[in-house]
Structure formats: structure tokens, C-alpha cells
């Protein structure tokens, strides 16, 4: 587990299970070892910290490209930072820069570490849940890992889009995780990882009791990257 994880772990998950008690379910899910893919509904960027902090394993994370290449003291911290948690970068200009990011993710799932995707490709700005993109699925067969489904709920109400850190007692937050699901083996076709992604999307919603959208989600006038897997993928 990289150093600066670690000492999140020691300090801003504490914090956050004292502020916010969220519900855990299903941890047994969570393998002890071997990579596994998180893939789960979007609804704040608070999803990222609860999910670090509910995971008792390093848990890669995808992150805006730009972050790991600033310049001056602000730009030195961010990759100081970003590199030290272990993050994936991310490019958003879509196309084969896009899926650099998904690339980098194979040997890390392969080193037997955890990557988190959120399917949805940015956060919902309704709170329902829009049809997912079908990187994760692609990313599971060539990694040869099981997709955990993951369902949050109460984050939009604890972070909202808009707000810069969430806020205790605003909304009870529960963190699900669903049984892992195997594609070992699956076609990587256009067909087949449709197929795989509908079924992650469908386990997804069933953790969440959210409605389903069966169309991407639309985008915001000033998205934010933060976290979120290619809008392309």
C-alpha cells in the first residue's frame, strides 16, 4: 500500500467513520488478495472517500490527467499527492488517449491490486441511475479480474455536486458491495461487453434501489473529473 495511502487510512478514514458512521454491507465480497475491478453508481465525489475508507485495501482511483501535470509549488503537490496514493491518470480529450488510462489499469489488476470505475463515466446529476459505458467490462476480460458491483447512497446529499468536502449529518451513508462477478473467459465484442456491462448496471441497481436510466448520462456545462473513469470508455 503506498506510504500516503497508509497514512490516509491512519487519519481521513477514521475521521470520516466518526463524522458520518456510514452502513457497510457485503464486505465479505471483498476478496483478501488478487485484483478485483469496484464498480459503482456516481452520484458524488464523496463516493471516492467512503469507498477508500470502507476498503480495507489499497484501492487505485482515476484522476484527471492535468493533476499530474501542473506547474509551480501547486502542481508539484497535486502529483506529489496523486502519485503517492497510487492514482491512475486519466486523459478526457477521449479516443485512444482515453483508453491510455485503461491500459495502465491492467497491470496494476494484475499485480493483484484494486481499481475502481464508476461505469456511468461522471457523476448523475439527478441522483438516478444512467446506463453504463463499457470500459469496466473491457478492462475485466483483459485483466482476467471479477467486477464487485458497489452501491452508494446518501453521498449527493452529504457532498453535492457544487460543494468542496462532504458534511456530517446532512444524509446516512451505506456502502453496498454485491457478489463478484466472473467474465473470465467472455468475448471482448462489442455484443458481449455490452451483455457484461448491462449485468453490472443491473446488480448495481439492485443495491441502490435507484431508477435506471437506459441512456448515458448527460453531460454538465463544467464536468468534473475528479475520480471518474473516460467519458469514452
Known amino acids: 500500500m ?3 495511502y497508509t497514512i490516509g487510512r491512519l487519519t481521513v478514514a477514521p475521521a470520516l467513520r466518526l463524522a458520518f458512521r456510514p452502513t457497510v454491507e457485503g ?7 488478487g485484483g478485483a475491478i469496484f464498480a459503482g453508481n456516481h452520484l458524488s465525489v464523496a463516493d471516492e472517500l467512503f469507498l477508500g475508507t470502507v476498503v480495507p485495501r489499497h484501492l487505485a482511483f482515476w484522476a484527471k490527467s492535468e493533476y499530474f501535470k501542473g506547474t509551480g509549488p501547486k502542481g508539484a503537490f497535486s502529483k506529489f499527492v496523486l502519485t503517492g496514493l497510487g492514482a491512475i491518470p486519466v486523459e478526457r480529450a477521449g479516443g485512444r488517449a482515453a483508453l491510455s488510462a485503461f491500459d495502465a489499469a491492467i497491470p496494476v489488476l494484475k499485480a493483484g491490486d484494486l481499481v475502481a470505475v464508476y461505469p456511468e463515466g461522471t457523476r448523475s446529476p439527478d441522483g438516478r441511475l444512467y446506463r453504463g459505458r463499457t470500459g469496466a467490462a473491457r478492462l475485466a476480460v483483459a485483466a482476467g479480474v471479477p467486477i464487485i458491483p458497489v452501491g452508494m447512497i446518501g453521498t449527493d446529499k452529504a457532498q453535492p455536486i457544487g460543494t468542496r468536502v462532504p458534511r456530517p449529518g446532512r444524509a446516512d451513508i451505506v456502502v453496498r458491495f454485491g457478489k463478484p462477478l466472473d467474465f473470465t473467459g467472455r468475448p471482448d465484442d462489442r455484443t458481449s461487453l455490452r451483455e457484461m456491462t448491462d449485468e453490472v448496471m443491473s446488480e448495481i441497481q439492485k443495491l441502490t434501489g435507484q431508477e435506471y ?5 448527460p453531460p454538465r456545462a463544467h464536468p468534473s473529473a475528479e475520480g471518474e473513469p473516460p467519458a469514452r470508455a
Open 27 to 33: 464486505l465479505e465480497h471483498i476478496p483478501e488478495t
Open 213 to 217: 436510466v437506459p441512456r448515458h448520462t
Open 2 to 4: 503506498p506510504l500516503l
